[in-house]
């Protein structure tokens, strides 16, 4: 009868990376592909983007493996990295189309114009899947980034708020302030989706606006 | 709006949210595509093993204790912060003054900062902002400095009012490309611009005006992303930048003057113009330049100047 071989953990598939394993990194990924992507999709809004900034990460990741000191799991550890490349890939993007000056565009007001463009979508064809996975995104892109990670993390892919803290390499109470407020947005941002009646409105079970805004 | 959180625990989405938990909820998890998948396997087989494969070598534990130290440049920063961090216009919270600011450049900076009008060069205060990082080390020290105390006093421009809501006067996005040589006319072409005076006298008739403005007077954001694209990211970054000079985070009360969403030495950037005033001291411009999201990284790695005012 043969003994069956312990499958490794990731912390000692990554030992066995740093020790020139040209396999143990591929194989770390290869077990957290589809949380690594999620992330990275939901954070970028785009799937181009979310590759770029997965193979950033991932090569980034393997080549400074030995900066892990092993006070976090493994994943935590990627993840955190992957959301730091998401988030700089928007930061590049965001910094092409400039607005022009609220005096000269007439604008006024803040980002509630963007939820009002909900308005525009017939509520007939959210009710695709697709277009509501579309809509999601959308409400998701239009959130702060900061925010955005924090929900993604944390009411999408289920982390909790410690977890985000450590991924986010911020405080538990900033992880759920950002929750709080972007979930306020998501919800009048998204209302449509379940409440065709524009005058009822998602609101908290609780009532208030947490966004303070 | 502080990222300060004192409600407790996070509820569940489902019970803050019932309806938005259903529609997230019913959003399959995206599975990676087999191309990206692909691809990443490929990029990853491309690399360079770190260390010959060779049972004998290494430990982790070994690697740990050769990896490269980054803590000793970021805790020299850090230092670098606590020294200059010591000016800031006080927080007024509830009415009542706190952290009024204590003169710094005495003790870190034996040049005199410029003044606006004449002066060639701008005083910068920090090391500029590094290029991002992907794979942050977990010895990055990011802490804020402590917030250094000193005696109270009233500041002469809230004069004990309540703690303000509109976090600047101005919100450009001039695109403009700052530099360390050319911030002395930039940062004057800058006030230019939206139309406030160099001197101080005219930057206090702004944040008078301010004061006196409705929350609704808030301008219109102008940045698609970062720390300008909603009003709350753009009150909790000011307020950052205050504590991170020596001011309490507990609520904003003095707004910036302007927030210029643009470029420093090439890279996406924020300029948070902020005007110091305290009694007994002359009124003098914190000129911060921060990273695009004013995260707690991008404050801690901000780049200062002052200019004294006319």
Excluded at chain 1, 92 to 111: F, I
Excluded at chain 2, 54 to 62: I, N
Excluded at chain 2, 72 to 94: C, K, S, T, Y
Aim: net charge negative; hydrophobic share 40%; charged share 20%.
């Amino acid at each position: 009868m043969s003994t069956p071989v312990p499958t490794p953990s990731d912390a000692e598939l990554l030992a066995a990376h740093c020790a020139g394993d040209p396999e143990a990194f591929t194989e770390i990924v290869r077990r957290h592909r589809d949380r690594l992507w999620a992330v990275a999709l939901r954070t970028t809004g785009d799937p181009e983007e979310a590759s770029d900034a997965l193979q950033d990460a991932l090569i980034s990741a393997y080549r400074r493996a030995e900066t892990f000191r092993g006070d976090s799991a493994v994943t935590t550890w990627l993840h955190r990295i992957v959301v730091n490349a998401s988030l700089d890939r928007l930061r590049r993007r965001a910094v092409r189309p400039w607005v022009p000056l609220p005096e000269e565009s007439g604008e006024t007001g803040d980002r509630s114009q963007l939820a009002d463009n909900a308005a525009l979508i017939d509520p007939r064809d959210a009710l695709d899947a697709r277009e509501t996975a579309l809509e999601i995104s959308a409400a998701l892109d239009e959130l702060p980034p900061d925010q955005r990670t924090a929900i993604v993390l944390v009411d999408l892919e289920g982390w909790s708020v410690e977890e985000a803290a450590a991924i986010m390499e911020c405080p538990t109470g900033t992880v759920k302030s950002r929750c709080s407020r972007g979930r306020a947005k998501l919800a009048k941002r998204l209302q449509h989706l379940r409440n065709p009646d524009p005058d009822s409105p998602v609101t908290p079970a609780t009532g208030g606006d947490p966004s303070g805004e | 709006m502080s990222e300060d959180w004192t409600d407790g625990d996070l509820p569940d989405l489902a019970s803050e949210y019932p309806d938005l938990a259903a529609v997230l909820g019913a959003q399959p998890t995206p599975t990676m595509p087999d191309e990206v998948w692909a691809r990443l396997e490929s990029a990853l087989a491309d690399q360079t093993p770190l260390v010959s494969a060779d049972p004998a070598v290494t430990a982790l534990a070994a690697h740990r204790e050769r990896r490269p130290r980054r803590v000793m440049p970021l805790l020299g920063a850090a230092a670098g912060l606590v020294l200059v961090g010591v000016v800031g216009v006080p927080l007024v919270v509830g009415g009542t003054s706190s952290a009024p600011p204590v003169a710094d450049s005495a003790i870190t900076n034996p040049a005199e900062p410029t003044t606006l009008a004449s002066g060639p060069v701008a005083t910068p205060r920090s090391d500029p902002p590094t290029e991002p990082d992907p794979a942050p080390t977990t010895d990055a020290i990011t802490e804020p400095a402590e917030p250094t105390s000193s005696p109270s006093s009233e500041d002469p421009i809230t004069g004990g009012a309540d703690v303000m809501t509109v976090p600047a006067r101005f919100v450009l996005a001039s695109g403009t490309d700052y530099s360390p040589d050319a911030m002395t006319p930039q940062v004057t072409n800058l006030l230019s611009t939206a139309g406030i005076g160099s001197n101080s006298g005219a930057m206090m008739e702004e944040v008078t005006a301010m004061q006196a403005d409705e929350p609704a007077a808030m301008p219109a954001m102008v940045g698609s992303a970062g720390f300008t694209s909603e009003p709350g990211a753009l009150r909790d970054c000011v307020d950052r930048l205050y504590s991170s000079k020596g001011g309490s985070s507990a609520g904003l009360a003095m707004p910036a003057l302007l927030v210029d969403r643009a470029f420093f030495q090439g890279r996406d950037a924020g300029v948070v113009v902020m005007l110091h005033t305290s009694p007994g001291d002359s009124p003098y411009l914190d000129v911060a330049v921060v990273g695009p999201e004013c995260s707690d990284a991008d404050v801690a790695a901000a780049t200062w100047f002052r200019y004294d005012l006319p």
